[in-house]
Protein backbone atom coordinates (compact mmCIF):
# COMPACT_ATOMS: atom_id res chain seq x y z
CA UNK A 1 0.00 0.00 0.00
CA UNK A 2 1.10 3.91 -0.83
CA UNK A 3 1.18 5.78 2.24
CA UNK A 4 -1.46 8.34 2.68
CA UNK A 5 1.14 10.89 1.37
CA UNK A 6 0.17 9.44 -2.17
CA UNK A 7 -3.22 9.20 -1.19
CA UNK A 8 -4.26 12.46 -0.75
CA UNK A 9 -7.44 12.35 -2.74
CA UNK A 10 -7.85 15.48 -5.68
CA UNK A 11 -9.52 14.60 -8.45
CA UNK A 12 -8.55 11.14 -10.79
CA UNK A 13 -5.25 11.10 -12.38
CA UNK A 14 -4.94 12.93 -15.71
CA UNK A 15 -7.24 11.78 -18.27
CA UNK A 16 -4.64 9.53 -20.48
CA UNK A 17 -4.46 10.60 -24.18
CA UNK A 18 -7.61 9.44 -26.17
CA UNK A 19 -6.95 5.63 -27.42
CA UNK A 20 -6.13 5.89 -31.13
CA UNK A 21 -7.35 3.05 -32.00
CA UNK A 22 -11.18 4.05 -31.55
CA UNK A 23 -13.52 2.50 -33.94
CA UNK A 24 -11.04 -0.43 -35.12
CA UNK A 25 -12.87 -3.77 -36.13
CA UNK A 26 -11.37 -5.54 -33.36
CA UNK A 27 -10.96 -9.29 -32.87
CA UNK A 28 -10.46 -10.93 -29.49
CA UNK A 29 -9.53 -14.90 -29.25
CA UNK A 30 -8.23 -16.68 -26.66
CA UNK A 31 -6.18 -19.50 -27.81
CA UNK A 32 -5.77 -21.94 -25.20
CA UNK A 33 -2.18 -22.56 -24.24
CA UNK A 34 -0.74 -26.01 -23.19
CA UNK A 35 -1.07 -26.79 -19.72
CA UNK A 36 2.09 -27.82 -18.86
CA UNK A 37 3.72 -25.47 -16.55
CA UNK A 38 7.41 -24.62 -17.71
CA UNK A 39 10.02 -24.48 -14.75
CA UNK A 40 12.07 -20.88 -15.56
CA UNK A 41 14.79 -21.66 -13.00
CA UNK A 42 17.40 -23.56 -13.80
CA UNK A 43 16.66 -23.72 -17.53
CA UNK A 44 19.78 -24.68 -19.52
CA UNK A 45 22.66 -22.52 -21.09
CA UNK A 46 21.44 -21.07 -24.77
CA UNK A 47 21.00 -23.34 -27.31
CA UNK A 48 21.99 -22.42 -30.80
CA UNK A 49 18.90 -23.12 -33.24
CA UNK A 50 18.67 -26.22 -35.12
CA UNK A 51 19.13 -25.75 -38.63
CA UNK A 52 15.52 -26.58 -38.82
CA UNK A 53 14.50 -24.36 -36.31
CA UNK A 54 14.60 -20.41 -37.48
CA UNK A 55 15.81 -17.70 -35.27
CA UNK A 56 12.87 -15.49 -34.78
CA UNK A 57 13.21 -11.37 -33.97
CA UNK A 58 10.68 -11.32 -31.06
CA UNK A 59 9.68 -7.99 -29.63
CA UNK A 60 7.64 -7.55 -26.16
CA UNK A 61 6.16 -4.54 -25.41
CA UNK A 62 5.84 -4.77 -21.50
CA UNK A 63 3.64 -2.44 -19.21
CA UNK A 64 3.16 -2.01 -15.29
CA UNK A 65 0.80 -5.02 -15.39
CA UNK A 66 4.03 -7.63 -16.15
CA UNK A 67 6.24 -6.38 -12.46
CA UNK A 68 2.37 -6.35 -10.65
CA UNK A 69 2.86 -9.82 -9.38
CA UNK A 70 6.54 -8.56 -8.08
CA UNK A 71 4.48 -6.40 -6.18
CA UNK A 72 4.64 -3.42 -7.88
CA UNK A 73 2.04 -1.42 -8.12
CA UNK A 74 0.22 -0.74 -11.79
CA UNK A 75 -1.16 2.94 -12.46
CA UNK A 76 -4.51 2.25 -13.19
CA UNK A 77 -6.77 -0.14 -12.23
CA UNK A 78 -7.01 -1.43 -8.60
CA UNK A 79 -4.46 -0.07 -6.29
CA UNK A 80 -3.07 1.82 -9.20
CA UNK A 81 -0.40 4.66 -8.38
CA UNK A 82 -2.62 6.98 -10.19
CA UNK A 83 -5.77 6.24 -8.47
CA UNK A 84 -6.92 8.95 -6.07
CA UNK A 85 -3.84 10.75 -6.93
CA UNK A 86 -3.76 13.58 -10.04
CA UNK A 87 -0.28 12.65 -11.87
CA UNK A 88 0.26 16.15 -12.28
CA UNK A 89 1.21 16.98 -8.85
CA UNK A 90 3.77 14.20 -9.26
CA UNK A 91 4.97 13.51 -12.51
CA UNK A 92 5.45 16.25 -14.16
CA UNK A 93 8.07 19.22 -14.70
CA UNK A 94 5.92 21.64 -12.90
CA UNK A 95 5.20 19.47 -10.01
CA UNK A 96 8.95 18.88 -9.62
CA UNK A 97 9.55 22.76 -9.81
CA UNK A 98 6.77 23.29 -7.78
CA UNK A 99 7.28 21.09 -5.17
CA UNK A 100 10.59 18.90 -5.55
CA UNK A 101 10.71 17.44 -2.28
CA UNK A 102 7.09 16.01 -3.17
CA UNK A 103 8.43 14.27 -6.17
CA UNK A 104 11.39 13.40 -5.02
CA UNK A 105 9.48 11.32 -1.89
CA UNK A 106 7.03 9.66 -4.87
CA UNK A 107 10.30 8.23 -6.92
CA UNK A 108 12.22 7.70 -3.77
CA UNK A 109 9.14 5.46 -2.08
CA UNK A 110 8.92 3.71 -5.62
CA UNK A 111 12.76 3.09 -6.46
CA UNK A 112 12.75 1.40 -2.46
CA UNK A 113 9.98 -1.10 -3.62
CA UNK A 114 11.93 -1.67 -6.80
CA UNK A 115 14.52 -2.96 -5.05
CA UNK A 116 12.86 -5.18 -3.01
CA UNK A 117 11.54 -6.38 -5.55
CA UNK A 118 12.06 -9.54 -7.32
CA UNK A 119 11.92 -10.85 -11.23
CA UNK A 120 8.63 -12.91 -11.45
CA UNK A 121 8.03 -16.14 -13.74
CA UNK A 122 6.81 -13.47 -16.67
CA UNK A 123 10.65 -11.53 -16.72
CA UNK A 124 12.31 -14.99 -16.71
CA UNK A 125 10.12 -16.06 -19.26
CA UNK A 126 11.15 -13.42 -21.24
CA UNK A 127 14.86 -13.46 -20.83
CA UNK A 128 14.56 -17.27 -21.73
CA UNK A 129 13.60 -16.34 -25.22
CA UNK A 130 16.73 -14.88 -25.61
CA UNK A 131 18.22 -18.47 -25.44
CA UNK A 132 17.21 -19.11 -29.05
CA UNK A 133 15.76 -15.99 -30.49
CA UNK A 134 16.50 -12.18 -31.20
CA UNK A 135 14.51 -10.44 -28.48
CA UNK A 136 13.95 -6.78 -27.78
CA UNK A 137 12.01 -5.50 -25.12
CA UNK A 138 10.24 -2.47 -25.56
CA UNK A 139 9.00 -1.49 -21.72
CA UNK A 140 6.97 1.72 -20.50
CA UNK A 141 8.29 0.03 -17.10
CA UNK A 142 11.06 2.26 -15.04
CA UNK A 143 12.16 -0.51 -13.10
CA UNK A 144 14.87 -3.01 -13.53
CA UNK A 145 13.01 -6.08 -13.25
CA UNK A 146 13.71 -7.38 -17.16
CA UNK A 147 17.35 -7.04 -16.82
CA UNK A 148 17.53 -8.88 -13.54
CA UNK A 149 15.77 -11.80 -15.21
CA UNK A 150 18.38 -11.28 -17.89
CA UNK A 151 17.10 -9.65 -20.84
CA UNK A 152 20.21 -7.53 -22.46
CA UNK A 153 17.95 -5.63 -25.25
CA UNK A 154 15.59 -3.56 -22.62
CA UNK A 155 14.66 0.24 -23.96
CA UNK A 156 12.97 1.90 -21.79
CA UNK A 157 10.84 4.31 -23.17
CA UNK A 158 9.80 6.05 -19.87
CA UNK A 159 13.30 6.31 -18.08
CA UNK A 160 14.77 4.58 -15.72
CA UNK A 161 14.01 5.06 -12.21
CA UNK A 162 17.21 3.31 -10.64
CA UNK A 163 19.36 6.29 -12.63
CA UNK A 164 19.07 9.83 -11.69
CA UNK A 165 20.07 13.11 -13.90
CA UNK A 166 21.14 16.77 -13.72
CA UNK A 167 17.25 18.45 -13.70
CA UNK A 168 19.39 21.03 -16.44
CA UNK A 169 21.60 18.44 -18.52
CA UNK A 170 19.58 15.00 -19.08
CA UNK A 171 22.91 13.44 -20.33
CA UNK A 172 24.56 13.60 -16.70
CA UNK A 173 23.35 10.44 -15.46
CA UNK A 174 24.01 9.18 -11.98
CA UNK A 175 23.26 5.38 -10.81
CA UNK A 176 21.13 5.15 -7.59
CA UNK A 177 20.99 1.56 -7.07
CA UNK A 178 21.07 1.95 -3.00
CA UNK A 179 20.45 5.56 -1.81
CA UNK A 180 17.89 8.09 -2.85
CA UNK A 181 17.95 11.63 -4.21
CA UNK A 182 17.63 14.07 -1.79
CA UNK A 183 17.17 18.22 -2.20
CA UNK A 184 21.07 19.41 -2.30
CA UNK A 185 22.27 16.41 -3.98
CA UNK A 186 23.92 17.92 -7.06
CA UNK A 187 24.80 16.55 -10.79
CA UNK A 188 28.59 17.82 -12.48
CA UNK A 189 26.50 20.65 -13.80
CA UNK A 190 25.54 21.59 -10.21
CA UNK A 191 21.51 21.63 -10.83
CA UNK A 192 19.47 19.48 -8.76
CA UNK A 193 19.50 15.67 -9.26
CA UNK A 194 15.99 14.19 -10.71
CA UNK A 195 14.69 10.82 -11.54
CA UNK A 196 15.83 9.84 -14.92
CA UNK A 197 12.34 9.03 -15.98
CA UNK A 198 9.73 10.87 -18.68
CA UNK A 199 7.34 13.06 -16.88
CA UNK A 200 4.14 13.76 -19.11
CA UNK A 201 4.97 16.59 -21.18
CA UNK A 202 8.44 15.36 -21.62
CA UNK A 203 9.52 13.39 -25.12
CA UNK A 204 9.03 9.68 -24.75
CA UNK A 205 12.88 7.93 -25.86
CA UNK A 206 13.74 5.24 -28.24
CA UNK A 207 11.18 6.10 -30.39
CA UNK A 208 12.64 5.04 -33.67
CA UNK A 209 14.63 1.99 -32.26
CA UNK A 210 11.20 0.86 -30.94
CA UNK A 211 8.98 1.10 -33.98
CA UNK A 212 12.06 -0.51 -36.16
CA UNK A 213 12.13 -3.16 -34.11
CA UNK A 214 8.46 -3.59 -33.91
CA UNK A 215 8.21 -3.37 -37.52
CA UNK A 216 10.70 -6.33 -38.25
CA UNK A 217 9.16 -8.59 -35.76
CA UNK A 218 8.26 -11.41 -36.27
CA UNK A 219 6.09 -11.94 -33.12
CA UNK A 220 5.04 -9.72 -31.05
CA UNK A 221 3.69 -9.61 -27.56
CA UNK A 222 2.05 -7.26 -25.86
CA UNK A 223 1.62 -7.69 -21.91
CA UNK A 224 0.61 -6.04 -18.85
CA UNK A 225 -0.19 -2.47 -20.75
CA UNK A 226 -3.52 -0.68 -21.00
CA UNK A 227 -2.48 1.15 -24.04
CA UNK A 228 -3.89 4.70 -22.62
CA UNK A 229 -0.73 6.60 -22.79
CA UNK A 230 0.35 7.49 -26.39
CA UNK A 231 2.63 7.04 -28.50
CA UNK A 232 2.91 3.78 -27.44
CA UNK A 233 -0.35 2.71 -27.27
CA UNK A 234 -0.42 3.35 -30.98
CA UNK A 235 2.89 0.79 -31.39
CA UNK A 236 0.92 -1.64 -31.15
CA UNK A 237 -0.68 -1.40 -34.75
CA UNK A 238 2.95 -1.81 -36.43
CA UNK A 239 3.70 -5.06 -35.83
CA UNK A 240 3.03 -5.39 -39.86
CA UNK A 241 5.02 -8.47 -40.66
CA UNK A 242 3.81 -10.51 -37.02
CA UNK A 243 3.14 -14.11 -37.95
CA UNK A 244 2.08 -13.75 -33.78
CA UNK A 245 0.59 -10.88 -32.41
CA UNK A 246 -0.59 -11.63 -28.41
CA UNK A 247 -1.70 -9.73 -25.61
CA UNK A 248 -2.11 -10.54 -22.28
CA UNK A 249 -3.77 -8.85 -19.74
CA UNK A 250 -6.93 -9.47 -16.96
CA UNK A 251 -8.87 -7.01 -18.67
CA UNK A 252 -8.65 -4.72 -22.01
CA UNK A 253 -10.20 -1.37 -23.07
CA UNK A 254 -10.21 -3.17 -26.60
CA UNK A 255 -8.33 -6.00 -28.08
CA UNK A 256 -5.78 -4.54 -31.04
CA UNK A 257 -6.78 -5.65 -34.23
CA UNK A 258 -4.94 -8.83 -35.18
CA UNK A 259 -4.26 -9.72 -31.66
CA UNK A 260 -4.71 -12.89 -29.70
CA UNK A 261 -5.36 -11.72 -26.29
CA UNK A 262 -4.69 -14.35 -23.71
CA UNK A 263 -6.67 -12.92 -20.53
CA UNK A 264 -5.34 -13.47 -17.56
CA UNK A 265 -2.36 -12.89 -15.59
CA UNK A 266 1.66 -12.11 -16.85
CA UNK A 267 3.10 -15.38 -14.94
CA UNK A 268 0.19 -17.93 -15.78
CA UNK A 269 0.15 -16.85 -19.76
CA UNK A 270 3.85 -15.32 -20.55
CA UNK A 271 5.67 -18.45 -19.98
CA UNK A 272 3.44 -20.83 -22.01
CA UNK A 273 3.73 -18.00 -24.82
CA UNK A 274 7.76 -18.02 -24.21
CA UNK A 275 7.82 -22.10 -24.19
CA UNK A 276 5.71 -22.78 -27.66
CA UNK A 277 8.34 -19.48 -29.06
CA UNK A 278 11.13 -21.26 -28.15
CA UNK A 279 10.35 -24.90 -29.66
CA UNK A 280 9.12 -23.14 -32.57
N1 LIG B 1 -0.52 -9.51 -15.41
C1 LIG B 1 -0.74 -8.87 -16.59
N2 LIG B 1 -1.37 -7.67 -16.69
C2 LIG B 1 -1.78 -7.11 -15.54
C3 LIG B 1 -1.58 -7.71 -14.27
C4 LIG B 1 -0.92 -8.96 -14.24
N3 LIG B 1 -0.70 -9.62 -13.09
N4 LIG B 1 -2.12 -6.88 -13.32
C5 LIG B 1 -2.61 -5.81 -13.99
N5 LIG B 1 -2.42 -5.96 -15.31
C6 LIG B 1 -2.80 -5.04 -16.39
C7 LIG B 1 -3.97 -4.15 -16.08
O1 LIG B 1 -5.19 -4.80 -16.43
C8 LIG B 1 -3.70 -2.97 -17.01
O2 LIG B 1 -4.27 -3.21 -18.29
O3 LIG B 1 -1.71 -4.17 -16.59
C9 LIG B 1 -2.18 -2.95 -17.14
C10 LIG B 1 -1.54 -1.80 -16.41
O4 LIG B 1 -1.99 -0.60 -17.00
P1 LIG B 1 -1.45 0.78 -16.43
O5 LIG B 1 -1.55 0.78 -14.94
O6 LIG B 1 -2.14 1.85 -17.21
O7 LIG B 1 0.10 0.76 -16.77
P2 LIG B 1 0.80 1.08 -18.16
O8 LIG B 1 -0.05 0.67 -19.30
O9 LIG B 1 2.16 0.51 -18.07
O10 LIG B 1 0.88 2.69 -18.11
C11 LIG B 1 1.58 3.31 -19.16
O11 LIG B 1 1.30 5.44 -18.02
O12 LIG B 1 1.35 6.84 -16.18
C12 LIG B 1 2.07 6.39 -17.27
O13 LIG B 1 4.41 6.42 -17.33
C13 LIG B 1 3.33 5.68 -16.84
O14 LIG B 1 4.52 3.97 -18.06
C14 LIG B 1 3.26 4.33 -17.53
C15 LIG B 1 2.23 4.56 -18.62
Redesign the pocket.
Known sequence: MLPCLFRRGITS?RA?VPDRSQGRHIVASGRAEGRRRFQWEGRSKPVSPSPEKKLLKIVVL?????S??SGLP????AG???NGVR?ETL?TPEAFADDPQRVLDFYNFRRTMVRDAEPNA?HRAVAALEQRHQVTVVT???DDLHERAGSTDVLHV?GEIMTARSSRTPSLKVAMQDRDIRLGDLAEDGAQLRPD??W?GETVRHIDDSLDRIRAADRFLV???????WP?ADWVHHAVNAGERVI?????ARCPDGFDWLR????EHVPRVAERWLDA
Open positions: APSGAGIAETFRGGLWAAAQNVHVVFVGTSLQVVVAPELGNAC
